[in-house]
């Protein structure tokens, strides 16, 4: 990388960074929220981007170039549609196939009646998160994941090898990745790491949306008790992938938490409980 690269790189960083600390940068940072865009600006569609994340780290390098960001994230098209594939998850959407190829993907929400945690199965949630996850929640989720108990499947034993093979790819490449934008546009990568709040795990993953707004109307202390149950977990991810440096943040995706998905009310019974001390400890460690 040239010298005059490298220059680039460290005054976008700091300018970028400055700007997260509520300091004072030189000129506002460009940090665009861009997805599917950068797919249509390289000439890509949605379906390429989403099963060949090469491509999709192609167009977010050419656009960073192309329009001279400041900071942006290796991949917006962050679900690479190979590793959600190889376990066969059943709540995406994948582009070419479930929905239209120029079209992003998308969540599938199940109905009511069939959400992947039934109401009744608080308690277990509560008691073992990780446990009920492994063995309750995924093998709902997933086409080919067995439950415990059941007979076993070659398919079963090939999902968890496909699956922890793909994420190990995929999320290594963007080493590379974040070393190729600082390389050849001198961007800095926006985010380090991801962090979801207790609530919007409930609401997203486990009792959708509707759901949610049943529970916290009929079972408010079931809800608020698997919110904390989630919370050390929820931490530890978000600490495992933040920047060593404790330069840039740690993506944080807020879904159902705001209002009008829930009160005011709601928000200071619920939400903010139990994202305010992990929101803390994440400060507390640079």
Same mark, same amino acid.
């Given at each position: 990388?040239?010298?005059?690269?490298? !220059?680039?790189?460290?005054?976008?960083?700091?300018?970028?960074?400055?700007?997260?600390?509520?300091?004072?940068?030189?000129?506002?940072?460009?940090?665009?929220?861009?997805?599917?865009?950068?797919?249509?600006?390289?000439?890509?569609?949605? !379906?390429?981007?989403?099963?060949?994340?090469?491509?999709?780290?192609?167009? @977010? *390098?050419?656009?960073? @170039?192309?329009?001279?960001?400041?900071?942006?994230?290796?991949?917006?098209?962050?679900?690479?549609?190979?590793?959600?594939?190889?376990?066969?998850?059943?709540?995406?959407?994948?582009? =070419?196939?479930?929905?239209?190829?120029?079209?992003?993907?998308?969540?599938?929400?199940?109905?009511?009646? !069939?959400?992947? $945690? &039934?109401?009744?199965?608080?308690?277990?949630?509560?008691?073992?998160?990780?446990?009920?996850?492994? %063995?309750?929640?995924?093998? *709902?989720?997933?086409?080919?994941?067995?439950?415990?108990?059941?007979? %076993?499947?070659?398919?079963? %034993?090939?999902?968890?090898?496909?699956? =922890?093979?793909? $994420?190990? &790819?995929?999320?290594?490449? +963007? /080493?590379? &990745?974040?070393?190729?934008?600082?390389?050849?546009?001198?961007?800095?990568?926006?985010?380090?790491?991801? +962090?979801? @709040?207790?609530?919007?795990?409930?609401?997203?993953?486990? *009792?959708?949306?509707? =759901?949610?707004?049943?529970?916290?109307?009929? *079972?408010?202390?079931?809800?608020?008790?698997?919110?904390?149950?989630? $919370?050390?977990?929820?931490?530890?991810?978000?600490? /495992? /992938?933040?920047?060593?440096?404790?330069?840039?943040?740690?993506?944080?995706?807020?879904?159902? =938490?705001?209002?009008?998905?829930?009160?005011?009310? &709601?928000?200071? !019974?619920?939400?903010?409980?139990?994202?305010?001390?992990?929101?803390?400890?994440?400060?507390?460690?640079?």
């Amino acid at each position: 990388m040239s010298d005059a690269m490298e !220059q680039k790189y460290t005054e976008r960083l700091n300018r970028y960074v400055t700007a997260m600390r509520n300091g004072r940068p030189d000129r506002v940072p460009l940090r665009p929220f861009v997805a599917e865009f950068t797919a249509k600006y390289a000439g890509f569609t949605c !379906q390429e981007v989403a099963h060949d994340y090469e491509k999709a780290f192609v167009a @977010a *390098r050419r656009c960073a @170039a192309d329009f001279d960001w400041d900071a942006v994230v290796a991949n917006m098209v962050y679900v690479w549609t190979g590793l959600t594939q190889a376990i066969g998850l059943k709540y995406y959407g994948v582009p =070419g196939i479930d929905i239209p190829a120029d079209t992003g993907f998308q969540y599938r929400e199940p109905p009511e009646d !069939q959400a992947h $945690m &039934q109401p009744e199965e608080y308690d277990q949630l509560i008691d073992d998160p990780t446990g009920f996850l492994l %063995n309750v929640w995924l093998p *709902r989720v997933a086409t080919d994941v067995v439950a415990p108990g059941a007979p %076993n499947t070659m398919r079963n %034993n090939l999902s968890f090898l496909k699956g =922890g093979m793909a $994420m190990l &790819q995929y999320f290594t490449a +963007f /080493g590379a &990745q974040i070393e190729a934008l600082r390389r050849e546009s001198g961007t800095a990568s926006a985010i380090a790491g991801i +962090f979801k @709040a207790p609530l919007d795990i409930i609401a997203d993953k486990l *009792r959708g949306y509707l =759901g949610l707004t049943t529970d916290l109307i009929e *079972r408010p202390k079931k809800v608020l008790w698997a919110c904390e149950a989630l $919370m050390p977990h929820l931490l530890h991810v978000a600490l /495992g /992938g933040a920047d060593p440096d404790r330069n840039v943040p740690i993506g944080f995706w807020m879904h159902r =938490g705001c209002v009008p998905f829930i009160s005011f009310e &709601q928000f200071e !019974q619920f939400y903010w409980p139990t994202l305010k001390p992990i929101i803390e400890t994440l400060w507390a460690n640079g």
